[in-house]
């Protein structure tokens, strides 16, 4: 098993440009999510999809958007990327209940200048 | 809502030190506490986990205690390696998240070892 995977690992955007970020899990999860690290601030949920055909906002959605394509893979799109959005993007997965773990992909290093 | 708050660091120990890193956390009920390392240029793993008060979780010699009197969950090592060099996660997840599970993060607190 791959567990969680992410591409790409690194990417540099202009300002205004858009992009998108590609995770998949080979799990069987109901659940996927998106979060964003920056220093300081530990993790903080951009957008989460409950089951394949949902999705809702996070703590932090503003500048974002997703897509939950099947049950294995989960999309985060920057429509018009920001310097603010400059950050390391991790997906993760877990099965339903609180005291499920939840396993992390690698994470995309992205710059926005 | 909820919050998990833990020790700022960095901790910087030498190489056979004991370890604690504090975790206390604010939350309705009886919520699900993780800690989870997080190794330099890599994701989040789960480390160990506690799903009800007075439970510990252990795992590669560390420890961790749910205290609900407290409301902590302080992560401990008798001898810490070099190899332990990481930033660590105090979570919660608390039990009426629904279809998903809903995790509260703390900041993190990196830890450096030394020869």
């Known amino acids: 098993n791959a567990g969680v995977t992410q591409t790409p690992k690194f990417q540099v955007l202009k300002t205004g440009q858009s992009m998108t970020l590609q995770c998949a899990q080979d799990?069987?999860?109901?659940?996927m999510y998106w979060y964003r690290q920056d220093p300081g601030m530990g993790l903080r949920l951009i957008y989460y999809?409950?089951?394949?055909?949902t999705t809702d906002k996070g703590e932090v959605p503003n500048g974002y958007n997703v897509s939950r394509l099947n049950k294995r893979e989960f999309s985060l799109r920057l429509e018009s990327a920001a310097p603010s959005q400059t950050s390391v993007y991790f997906c993760?997965?877990?099965?339903w209940g609180s005291g499920n773990e939840q396993f992390f992909g690698p994470g995309t290093r992205l710059t926005v200048l | 809502g909820d919050s998990v708050t833990q020790m700022e660091g960095p901790v910087t120990l030498s190489e056979e030190a004991f370890l604690t890193i504090n975790c206390t956390y604010t939350?309705?009920?009886?919520?699900?506490l993780f800690w989870y390392v997080q190794y330099p240029g890599e994701g989040l793993q789960l480390l160990l986990k506690?799903?009800?008060?007075?439970d510990k979780g252990s795992n590669k010699g560390f420890e961790a205690t749910y205290r609900k009197e407290t409301t902590s969950f302080h992560l401990e090592k008798g001898s810490v390696q070099v190899s332990d060099s990481a930033v660590y996660f105090c979570?919660?997840?608390?039990?009426?998240?629904?279809?998903?599970?809903?995790?509260?993060f703390g900041t993190g607190t990196k830890l450096q070892v030394i020869p």
């Open positions: 993760a997965s877990s099965n």
């Open positions: 939350a309705t009920g009886y919520p699900s």
């Open positions: 506690a799903t009800k008060a007075d």
């Open positions: 979570a919660l997840s608390p039990r009426n998240s629904g279809g998903y599970q809903k995790v509260t």
């Open positions: 799990m069987n999860h109901n659940s």
């Open positions: 999809s409950a089951s394949e055909g």
